[in-house]
């Protein structure tokens, strides 16, 4: 939606308006705060984190010229859970599985990294943002939704509200996430090819402290990540992971879209495989308890990072510019999106009182690509790697060879452990991997059935129904306004969101979207029908249904506790 201004309007302005407050629209808001501009942050759930979702891990790179820490002091100590001391990869053949010590690659460029639950730390940036911001005549509002771009004579000049008037601006930042209606509006994302996104899928189990310690052998300030890759998942291009926090484990998957529609796979199911599986008896022990169950959509940055993220005084930061690196087990956004929003807040700063609207943004395009930013997120090799390997022909011949007699056997010696424990650990490799089965399944089958170790351990963990698991979600449901609207209910347009939807399932009729058998003048025909109460917001029925999909208004909808 777009609201065209005119000089007659006396509209509220400031100057500048960043929308969201995750970690790229709070480092945007204090790095401007910084510069003494003038900043209204505006603040779609009743605080920041309510309705972000991450993995998640938060790098803090030393060839940035940004970092968390640098632009909030007592981060770490305060927002964040463990640190990762201990960071590994799961090779998976049946019960059989091979690891790998990936050290190198994660202190590769490291200064330190922590995991981290969204509701907890963006709600204290949210704190911090609201102090550095309120000292330049700014601050924060909660409960609202930016609807859309405020254009005068076809130039952006502000943004529109569901709960506001319209509110004029010199910057916009948007930093309101994956499913960006500001990016959209502006045409510089789309959600057309499911091959460009991947969709999270995540459980937050609870753990007493004293128990984190002990099951994986790790101090109060220590914390472990691990990474799964191999059979567990049949064929669906992809892995899981784990992390430990301070008192409670993040367990999840991570698909390609266009993997799971093509294999039918249902998201919850590919999580429960993961939290079923003996590998994690040990580390999950008796008495599974689920905090919270969760989902969003994460950009592949090598296909969708926009190398121009701004249009007249619009610029993008984070996910809402696709600024998320998923390369091999390297995964990292919101030490991206932090570098983003300070250097677009530094950008406005250089180019300030300039009177082209694009002056910013052209700059804030060049920072990213002088700082490495850019080439990190779009990394040339991948591109040259991508036109040969991930062709189905080229798949289907190396896989065959890897499968063979003779690629066991050669996956299964002594020096090739070696040279996979080092093409694991190499920046440069995983930078390249293309997206294809090879690297995600076949390869870890593999090398899990040669140079696996059986595991034995029973898994007692039940994790709880997908009805249960949305029951326990809250939910501020506004009535009478839902914000997905299914345009076309034939299976061949809207059926992938049945599967694909993670709160939706074949033969459940509790989720979002369900088929439903239905006649019409004595004919039967099978239709897709919505209910957008148990959304969760994650925006995949938006790429793979036909649907008009927008947020929610400000404070309605779903609201994580953890995130």
Same mark, same amino acid.
């Given at each position: 939606?777009?609201?065209?201004?005119?000089?007659?309007?006396?509209?509220?302005?400031?100057?500048?308006?960043?929308?969201?407050?995750?970690?790229?629209?709070?480092?945007?808001?204090?790095?401007?705060?910084?510069?003494?501009?003038?900043?209204?942050?505006? %603040?779609?759930?009743?605080?920041?984190?309510?309705?972000?979702?991450?993995?998640?891990?938060?790098?803090?790179?030393?060839?940035?010229?940004?970092?968390?820490?640098?632009?909030?002091?007592?981060?770490?100590?305060?927002?964040?859970?463990?640190?990762?001391?201990?960071?590994?990869?799961?090779?998976?053949?049946?019960?059989?599985?091979?690891?790998?010590?990936?050290?190198?690659?994660?202190?590769?460029?490291?200064?330190?990294?922590?995991?981290?639950?969204?509701?907890?730390?963006?709600?204290?940036?949210?704190?911090?943002?609201?102090?550095?911001?309120?000292?330049?005549?700014?601050?924060?509002?909660?409960?609202?939704?930016?609807?859309?771009?405020?254009?005068?004579?076809?130039?952006?000049?502000?943004?529109?509200?569901?709960?506001?008037?319209?509110?004029?601006?010199?910057?916009?930042?948007?930093?309101?996430?994956?499913?960006? %209606?500001?990016?959209? *509006?502006?045409?510089?994302?789309?959600?057309?090819?499911?091959?460009?996104?991947?969709?999270?899928?995540?459980?937050?189990?609870?753990?007493?402290?004293?128990?984190?310690?002990?099951?994986?052998?790790?101090?109060?300030?220590?914390?472990?990540?691990?990474?799964?890759?191999?059979?567990?998942?049949?064929?669906?291009?992809?892995? &899981?992971?784990?992390?430990?926090?301070?008192?409670?484990?993040?367990?999840?998957?991570?698909?390609?879209?266009?993997?799971?529609?093509?294999?039918?796979?249902?998201?919850?199911?590919?999580? *429960?495989?993961?939290?079923?599986?003996?590998?994690?008896?040990?580390?999950?022990?008796?008495?599974?308890?689920?905090?919270?169950?969760?989902?969003?959509?994460?950009?592949?940055?090598?296909?969708?990072?926009?190398?121009?993220?701004?249009?007249?005084?619009?610029?993008?930061? &984070?996910?809402?510019?696709?600024?998320?690196?998923?390369?091999?087990?390297?995964?990292?956004?919101?030490?991206?999106?932090?570098?983003?929003?300070?250097?677009?807040?530094?950008?406005?700063?250089?180019?300030?009182?300039?009177?082209?609207?694009?002056?910013?943004?052209?700059?804030?395009?060049?920072?990213?690509?002088?700082? &490495?930013?850019?080439?990190?997120?779009?990394?040339?090799?991948? *591109?040259?790697?991508?036109?040969?390997?991930?062709?189905?022909?080229?798949?289907?011949?190396?896989?065959?060879?890897?499968?063979?007699?003779?690629?066991?056997?050669?996956?299964?010696?002594?020096?090739?452990?070696?040279?996979?424990?080092?093409?694991?650990?190499?920046?440069?490799?995983?930078?390249?991997?293309?997206?294809?089965?090879?690297?995600?399944?076949?390869?870890?089958?593999?090398?899990?059935?040669?140079?696996?170790?059986?595991?034995?351990?029973?898994?007692?963990?039940?994790?709880?129904?997908?009805?249960?698991?949305?029951?326990?979600?809250?939910?501020?449901?506004?009535?009478?306004?839902?914000?997905?609207?299914?345009?076309?209910?034939?299976?061949?347009?809207?059926?992938?969101?049945?599967?694909?939807?993670?709160?939706?399932?074949?033969?459940?009729?509790?989720?979002?979207?369900?088929?439903?058998?239905?006649?019409?003048?004595?004919?039967?025909?099978?239709?897709?029908?919505?209910?957008?109460?148990?959304?969760?917001?994650?925006?995949?029925?938006?790429?793979?249904?036909?649907?008009?999909?927008?947020?929610?208004?400000?404070?309605?909808?779903?609201?994580?506790?953890? &995130?």
């Amino acid at each position: 939606m777009s609201a065209n201004g005119s000089h007659e309007n006396e509209y509220e302005h400031y100057e500048a308006v960043v929308v969201g407050c995750g970690p790229g629209g709070a480092a945007a808001a204090a790095r401007l705060a910084e510069h003494g501009v003038e900043t209204l942050v505006l %603040e779609r759930g009743v605080e920041a984190g309510s309705k972000n979702v991450s993995g998640g891990l938060i790098y803090a790179e030393g060839s940035a010229p940004y970092t968390i820490d640098d632009l909030f002091d007592g981060f770490r100590e305060e927002a964040a859970e463990r640190p990762v001391t201990d960071y590994r990869i799961h090779n998976v053949a049946g019960d059989k599985v091979k690891t790998y010590d990936l050290t190198d690659l994660h202190e590769h460029d490291t200064d330190w990294c922590d995991a981290v639950l969204r509701r907890k730390m963006d709600s204290w940036l949210e704190a911090r943002v609201h102090e550095k911001t309120s000292e330049t005549g700014g601050g924060v509002l909660t409960n609202v939704r930016v609807n859309g771009l405020l254009r005068e004579n076809g130039e952006i000049v502000g943004v529109t509200c569901d709960e506001l008037d319209p509110i004029e601006a010199d910057l916009i930042v948007a930093a309101d996430g994956v499913n960006s %209606e500001l990016a959209r *509006d502006a045409g510089l994302m789309d959600w057309e090819e499911p091959d460009e996104w991947f969709q999270g899928v995540k459980a937050v189990v609870d753990m007493d402290p004293d128990a984190v310690n002990h099951r994986f052998g790790i101090g109060d300030d220590e914390g472990v990540a691990h990474l799964f890759s191999g059979d567990l998942f049949e064929d669906v291009r992809g892995g &899981g992971f784990l992390y430990t926090n301070e008192e409670s484990l993040s367990i999840g998957t991570v698909f390609h879209l266009d993997s799971l529609v093509a294999q039918q796979a249902e998201p919850h199911e590919l999580l *429960d495989a993961l939290l079923t599986h003996p590998v994690m008896a040990h580390w999950i022990g008796d008495g599974y308890e689920e905090r919270e169950y969760a989902a969003k959509l994460v950009p592949d940055s090598k296909k969708v990072a926009h190398r121009e993220p701004y249009r007249d005084r619009l610029v993008l930061v &984070g996910d809402a510019a696709g600024q998320m690196q998923a390369q091999g087990p390297i995964i990292k956004g919101m030490n991206h999106a932090v570098t983003a929003g300070a250097l677009a807040a530094d950008a406005f700063a250089i180019t300030r009182g300039n009177a082209d609207p694009e002056a910013a943004g052209r700059r804030y395009a060049k920072l990213l690509e002088d700082s &490495g930013t850019m080439a990190k997120l779009r990394p040339r090799q991948y *591109d040259l790697a991508r036109t040969v390997a991930e062709r189905d022909a080229v798949t289907n011949a190396v896989d065959r060879v890897l499968e063979s007699p003779i690629g066991r056997v050669a996956l299964g010696n002594p020096l090739a452990d070696r040279v996979l424990e080092r093409a694991y650990n190499s920046p440069l490799v995983v930078s390249m991997l293309p997206d294809t089965r090879t690297g995600y399944t076949t390869v870890p089958t593999v090398v899990g059935e040669t140079r696996g170790k059986s595991i034995r351990w029973k898994n007692d963990a039940e994790p709880p129904s997908l009805e249960e698991r949305i029951g326990d979600l809250t939910y501020d449901t506004d009535v009478g306004n839902p914000h997905i609207e299914l345009h076309d209910k034939s299976v061949e347009a809207s059926g992938a969101a049945v599967y694909a939807c993670p709160v939706s399932a074949e033969e459940f009729g509790g989720g979002c979207y369900r088929t439903e058998q239905v006649k019409t003048n004595g004919d039967e025909e099978t239709v897709v029908s919505l209910d957008t109460q148990p959304c969760v917001e994650c925006g995949t029925c938006a790429i793979v249904a036909d649907t008009a999909w927008e947020h929610p208004r400000g404070g309605k909808g779903v609201e994580f506790r953890e &995130g």
